[in-house]
């Protein structure tokens, strides 16, 4: 993504906007949560402030550009939005986030739906519990 995308999603090229954008694109962590996103702009020597951030990503999200994710634990991430659909796990001591696709689970869900008389527009999927390296 650069500035050609944010001008298509209506949105003014500012430079907050796009070093938010370069830190969800370049970093290892596809799941960035506001104040993730602040550090690493702090460690860029980036002058962005958390409040300018939070705004940054409600206009992203509007958008389309990110998706929003609200799990249980109140932690709040966002991803940049791709097209292909995925689910995600969620370790609920260190908050690790696994992301995962499974064709018989996506058809089961499309199934239950249907058979209740749904037609489905959107699902999202999180699996909490300990991963690899908190079990131990």
């Known amino acids: 993504m650069d500035a050609q995308d944010l001008k298509s999603a209506g949105l003014k090229v ?3 906007r796009l070093k938010i954008l370069e830190i969800l694109e370049t970093s290892d962590n596809r799941h960035m949560s506001a104040e993730d996103i602040y550090r690493a ?3 860029q020597n980036e002058e962005v402030g958390v409040a300018t951030i939070y705004r940054v ?3 992203f999200e509007a ?3 990110v998706n929003k994710l609200n799990f249980d634990n109140g932690q709040s991430v966002f991803e940049l ?3 292909e659909h995925h689910d995600h796990l969620v370790c609920v001591k260190c908050a690790k986030i696994d992301e995962f696709t499974d064709e018989v689970i996506e058809k089961h ?3 239950v739906a249907k058979r209740y008389g749904y ?3 959107d699902h999202c999927l999180y699996l909490y519990g300990l991963c690899k390296d908190c079990q131990e």
């Open 41 to 43: 702009l702090v460690m």
């Open 57 to 59: 990503l409600t206009q």
């Open 109 to 111: 869900q499309h199934d």
């Open 119 to 121: 037609q489905l527009t």
């Open 63 to 65: 958008s389309g550009m």
């Open 14 to 16: 500012t430079l907050p």
């Open 81 to 83: 939005s791709d097209d």
